[in-house]
């Protein structure tokens, strides 16, 4: 009898036990970090450092320590007039004379002494809220400096993660419109894993008097800022920041990690690369990743930081995915991979045909026009309606159906001078490509046009001959004899696709 | 014979009121800090105001008369290291300092003290903010977004340029010139209209550390023009200086002095 209470007592028991454990894996989430709580880890050790701050694309190296330092850092405020476009300046209120302000990395339990210098030739007091730190705003109120001041806060980094920091002195939203923001990385104890090529991306938004790319010195417009409808989106606080020879190299086979932020004032990002897949994201800037992710949502004061292997060279384009942001608001930025294609990975073009759907119908001028010719009787009408549908199949994808191309990407042909200038250079780019900077109506443009080898005389004949005596173009007919003649003064580049 | 030294010392106060002092009428006005007693309404009573900002002339003849408010000897309690360091010397202009340039570089005591002198006084806030709430034609043009917009343009121009002369703007309605677009100006009571440094605090502000009637908060959020040289002038100390912030004197009509 008593054996048997003794056995029954320990099955209650072990049911028991049974019936605590169920919610264990609910309450006690697997591999927290513990946040501020088991952030300090005691006071620095060895000699103060100064912090090295790099200005935007550039990433200071890892911090490499294993112990938590006394880390001082120096930020100067400057008031300067920069160019936000081509032709279009802005007095720019920043962190370390760019935008966004210096790129600070520090390691979590560090021990920051902050100095924030504001320069003696600004007219504003400014002061600096780090989201690194724990305390009331965030060392905003302490660092409340005059024109031609200095002072100095000091702060525990309790919490690792990619931080925004920014101005906040009044009015807060001008100082941030006006390119006031950056971001401050603090490392896990551990460090990031090791990577090939790290760099600094943040996005803002603008609000000129002027229109978007109206040229001369543009003052901020305090109602389009309350509205919030910005006159500018722009990575690196310019619209050629990352294009052109400022696009963000690596090598074929690299690993690169870009440090993401959004500044704002008012937008948040709909952060994508064309033509890439981030394999990880730690999303929001903390400490779990996300992987395989196409477009990550980085709102205004917040960050990310992606991760992506450079499979095939070319150039990936960055941008805000609300697109009309990237292709009429300045949102645009490059990556250029260099290294041997892998056509397994990505063929190319392989095969240009015409494809009109249920435009077919148009066809028929094609149809017409290649039938006059042979005849001899071809004329300038047949030409340009051939040559209009021969466009919409092959051209308007990039120069877009009404000429007018992309900014800063495709340059327009609609009332070209480039078109203009050189009949022959013409039909020699459509002949070879063109690849390398050119200007168009004023504007420098560095992309690649492919050779459109899949095109007969006759054809690139037409497309020209509707390209000149549309969108205001300067007129007159591309013959195919003119195209056989340039087509053998110039030998086709060795190794052009097709 | 007691007053004797008291005329002495107005005598050389002539010469230094520049282009004159101009007559405003007073009156209500809303001013865009909220006070805590009269919810921003404000009486001013009649008072003169300097049509110009004082210039660096007019503050050369000040401290050469005054030799204690020469760059090296005042004492540093009342006015910081670059006190005036744009002049060639402590009694000479020099390339950087033109003579019809508005004087800047200067402290709150040593403004405070060149009025003084003039037998004047450095202006209130509220009646600097008065009189600059007018345009050309209107006594208070606060509310057109065209007139915001002009002064807002002043924050696009880089700092880096030298300052235009005093006089070369339009007079506004009362005659009085250069209250926008030149410099920021010291007021007699600036100290009292401190905003939080962190100007995103709601209703959380340590109330203790503006006392009475300095107790005031933005209460205009949307005029930017206004509240930035507010929030200039909350970040300077009087002994405080910058390359921007110059100052024009008034004075007091009904007690005939400051």
């Not at chain 1, 779990?288 to 450079?310: C, D, H, K, L, W």
């Not at chain 1, 942001?325 to 095969?351: C, Q, V, W």
Request: with cysteine.
């Amino acid at each position: 009898m008593k054996t048997h209470t003794r056995r029954m007592l320990v099955l209650v028991m072990m049911l028991t036990l049974a019936a605590c454990q169920q919610p264990a894996p609910v309450t006690a989430a697997p591999e927290d970090t513990g946040g501020s709580a088991k952030g300090d880890f005691g006071p620095p050790v060895g000699e103060p450092i100064e912090a090295i701050l790099t200005a935007p694309p550039l990433v200071p190296p890892a911090t490499g320590r294993k112990q938590p330092a006394k880390v001082v850092v120096n930020l100067e405020v400057r008031e300067i007039e920069k160019e936000i476009s081509e032709g279009v300046t802005y007095t720019f209120w920043t962190f370390g004379g760019t935008v966004p302000g210096s790129f600070i990395r520090i390691r979590q339990g560090d021990t920051v002494e902050f100095h924030l210098n504001n320069h003696p030739d600004s007219k504003m007091p400014h002061n600096i809220d780090l989201h690194a730190v724990t305390g009331p705003g965030g060392g905003a109120a302490s660092s409340f400096t005059a024109p031609g001041h200095s002072s100095q806060f000091t702060f525990k980094a309790l919490n690792a993660g990619l931080y925004v920091y920014h101005c906040a002195t009044a009015p807060v939203g001008m100082h941030v419109a006006n390119g006031m923001y950056g971001l401050i990385l603090v490392e896990p104890p551990e460090g990031l894993p090791a990577v090939d090529k790290e760099y600094y991306v943040m996005q803002g938004d603008f609000y000129t008097v002027g229109k978007y790319r109206e040229k001369g010195l543009q003052p901020f417009d305090m109602q389009k800022a309350i509205e919030e409808n910005a006159t500018y989106v722009l990575f690196n606080g310019s619209e050629g920041a990352l294009l052109g020879d400022n696009a963000l190299p690596a090598k074929v086979g690299e690993t690169v990690r870009l440090y993401v932020g959004n500044g704002g004032p008012n937008l948040s990002s709909s952060f994508h690369v064309i033509g890439e897949i981030f394999d990880k994201v730690w999303f929001e800037g903390g400490t779990r990743y996300q992987e395989n992710v196409q477009t990550t949502m980085v709102p205004a004061g917040g960050s990310a930081i992606v991760e992506f292997r450079a499979e095939v060279p070319g150039t990936s384009v960055i941008v805000d995915h609300a697109l009309f942001r990237a292709f009429n608001k300045g949102a645009l930025g490059m990556l250029k991979f260099e290294g041997p294609e892998d056509k397994t990975i990505y063929s190319g073009k392989e095969i240009d045909s015409v494809y009109l759907g249920d435009k077919a119908a148009s066809a028929a001028p094609v149809a017409a026009a290649a039938q006059a010719a042979a005849t001899g009787a071809l004329t300038l009408e047949q030409q340009v309606k051939s040559g209009e549908a021969l466009f919409a199949g092959t051209c308007s994808t990039c120069h877009q159906s009404n000429g007018a191309g992309l900014p800063n990407v495709f340059p327009p042909l609609a009332k070209s001078d480039y078109l203009n200038a050189d009949k022959d250079r013409a039909i020699a780019i459509i002949l070879n490509g063109l690849s390398g900077p050119v200007t168009v109506n004023g504007a420098s443009y560095n992309s690649v046009m492919p050779p459109m080898s899949q095109l007969n005389d006759d054809e690139i004949a037409n497309i020209l001959t509707y390209t000149y005596n549309s969108w205001d173009n300067a007129g007159g007919q591309i013959s195919a004899a003119d195209v056989a003649r340039v087509r053998a003064a110039t030998p086709r580049p060795e190794g052009a696709a097709h | 014979m007691r007053l004797l030294p008291l005329a002495m010392l107005m005598v050389p106060a002539l010469g230094l009121a520049g282009g004159g002092y101009v007559t405003l009428p007073g009156g209500s006005y809303k001013s865009v800090l909220a006070y805590e007693d009269t919810g921003g309404t404000v009486t001013l009573a009649p008072f003169e105001l300097m049509k110009r900002p004082v210039t660096n002339a007019e503050f050369l003849k000040f401290v050469r008369r005054l030799p204690q408010w020469q760059r090296d000897r005042v004492p540093s309690v009342f006015a910081e290291s670059r006190y005036l360091a744009h002049w060639a010397s402590a009694t000479a202009l020099g390339s950087a300092a033109l003579p019809e340039q508005p004087v800047v570089m200067v402290s709150w005591f040593a403004a405070s003290a060149y009025c003084e002198a003039a037998g004047a006084r450095l202006p209130t806030w509220n009646e600097w903010e008065y009189a600059a709430a007018a345009d050309a034609t209107r006594a208070d043009a606060r509310a057109d977004p065209a007139w915001r917009e002009q002064i807002l343009s002043w924050y696009a121009k880089p700092s880096n340029q030298p300052l235009a002369e005093v006089g070369q703007s339009p007079a506004n309605h009362y005659g009085v010139q250069d209250l926008h677009g030149l410099v920021w100006e010291w007021t007699e009571d600036y100290a009292s209209m401190l905003v939080s440094a962190d100007n995103r605090t709601q209703q959380e502000q340590d109330r203790l550390q503006f006392c009475g009637a300095g107790a005031i908060a933005m209460d205009d959020r949307e005029n930017y023009a206004v509240l930035m040289r507010v929030a200039l002038l909350s970040s300077m100390e009087a002994a405080n200086l910058t390359s921007n912030l110059g100052f024009r004197c008034a004075r007091s009509i009904d007690e005939g002095t400051p």
